[in-house]
T-cell receptor, first 117, second 114 residues
Framework: DGGITQSPKYLFRKEGQNVTLSCEQNLNHDAMYWYRQDPGQGLRLIYYSQIVNDFQKGDIAEGYSVSREKKESFPLTVTSAQKNPTAFYLC????????????????FGDGTRLSIL | QKEVEQDPGPLSVPEGAIVSLNCTYSNSAFQYFMWYRQYSRKGPELLMYTYSSGNKEDGRFTAQVDKSSKYISLFIRDSQPSDSATYLCAMRRGYGGSQGNLIFGKGTKLSVKP
């Protein structure tokens, strides 16, 4: 089935540790996104990528890093610099990058819940 | 003033009721409007996607956009317990660069009682 796969579903981080969240899509979408969801806060954009080997900071990029080496993969690293990492992390993708069909909505994976030990 | 305002609820209705969910926004540049449904511990699922002012219907769901009032609504007819979820409105200005990024409301938690 086509879709967006996030793994793991649950993740625990120790103090001072970096952790990486995986996001893979087989929809052949150009654009991919990472959001953070906190209770009562809605979704906030961390990073986005419209094309392979290119990405931009979103509204809350501090303490996070990403890479986009392959079209289907957009991993997010939560670094030790992120002082409040406990949240639900959502990855999304959309058809159309810099050039192409832009009038497409975003589709989401089922998220990774990150907690601090 | 936040760009997108959405009443977080919770909203509780009896089965079969008509549900009205709403968002207001302040940026007149928003052109594309979406409603997502999110079940607990799952990712948001796209329900409705509209561009122009007016109504769009899909089964029991109707999305309404009033750009002059900067107001969007989602109506659910004959609500079912399976509709119990958090409903998120989202919108964007365009599609190139940061204009393609979505701005979300905080979500309204709906509970439909049997």
């Amino acid at each position: 089935d086509g879709g967006i796969t996030q793994s793991p579903k649950y993740l625990f981080r120790k103090e001072g540790q970096n952790v990486t969240l995986s996001c893979e899509q087989n929809l052949n979408h150009d654009a991919m996104y990472w959001y953070r969801q906190d209770p009562g806060q809605g979704l906030r954009l961390i990073y986005y990528s419209q094309i392979v080997n290119d990405f931009q900071k979103g509204d809350i990029a501090e303490g996070y890093s990403v890479s986009r080496e392959k079209k289907e993969s957009f991993p997010l690293t939560v670094t030790s610099a992120q002082k409040n990492p406990t949240a639900f992390y959502l990855c999304a993708s959309r058809n159309g990058g810099r050039q192409g069909e832009f009038n497409q909505p975003q589709h989401f994976g089922d998220g990774t819940r990150l907690s601090i030990l | 003033q936040k760009e997108v305002e959405q009443d977080p609820g919770p909203l509780s209705v009896p089965e079969g009721a008509i549900v009205s969910l709403n968002c207001t926004y302040s940026n007149s540049a928003f052109q594309y409007f979406m409603w997502y449904r999110q079940y607990s511990r799952k990712g948001p699922e796209l329900l409705m996607y509209t561009y122009s002012s007016g109504n769009k219907e899909d089964g029991r769901f109707t999305a309404q956009v009033d750009k002059s009032s900067k107001y969007i609504s989602l109506f659910i007819r004959d609500s079912q317990p399976s509709d119990s979820a958090t409903y998120l409105c989202a919108m964007r200005r365009g599609y190139g660069g940061s204009q393609g990024n979505l701005i979300f409301g905080k979500g309204t938690k709906l509970s439909v009682k049997p």
